[in-house]
């Protein structure tokens, strides 16, 4: 794309609704990826070739097989491929792992909306006990272009995380962030500590309507 821009007269459109669905489901430096995208240009299911590839042969399974489930996971709602990536971060699950070389770990993954009152967490789970002497955990989140827009909550690691009413126990919050649009969470800590961030579709969408979001999660040092 910095190519084109330098050397082609006619710019890419990054704000086109199918490039930002593409960019929202890529995976940096895979060569070939195949992407599962509903008419309203939301991403169903993602599947970076080298890694399945890899998967099929540690599996010992055909590869017809498995994209065949692929397809078929994505078609029914399951969004396939969205738990497996957490690009730049140590991670296991919803786990990313921060430390002072890093740099600004990304998870992008995906959050339903509950029934009013309620609360269904997409949790991710945030060790940034590397940072001994404290600092400020700063997550950027930008939600995709589905209809529901999202809430999202930051606990201490060791919090219990309500299944109802309002979170009273959070440490800082960030609600109703409209679809496509951004929100950040701010948090002042004296010393390394695990967090736990929850995401959650804002209680005035659709029960059990989905949207993905992108988080970006940094430590500025005290």
Known sequence: MARRRKELSKTFDRTHPLA???MEGWKEHSPVDCL???PEFDVMGKLPLNDFFDDCFQRGISEEDAYLTFLTEALDGKFPGFNDEHSGASSSGLKVVLNPEQAEPEILDILR???YGYQDDTVVEIDATAF???GILIINIRMGTAKPGGSFDLFDGDTELPTKGYPDDALTSAWDIPSG???RIRHRFERGKVFKLGATGTW???KGSINAFQAKIS????
Do not use: S, Y
Not at 219 to 222: D, F, P, Q, T
């Open 20 to 22: 930002k669905a593409i």
């Open 36 to 38: 599962v995208i509903a």
């Open 113 to 115: 909306t509950p029934r």
């Open 132 to 134: 001994e002497a404290g």
């Open 181 to 183: 649009q951004i929100g």
């Open 204 to 206: 005035f969408n659709k």
């Open 219 to 222: 430590v500025e040092e005290n």
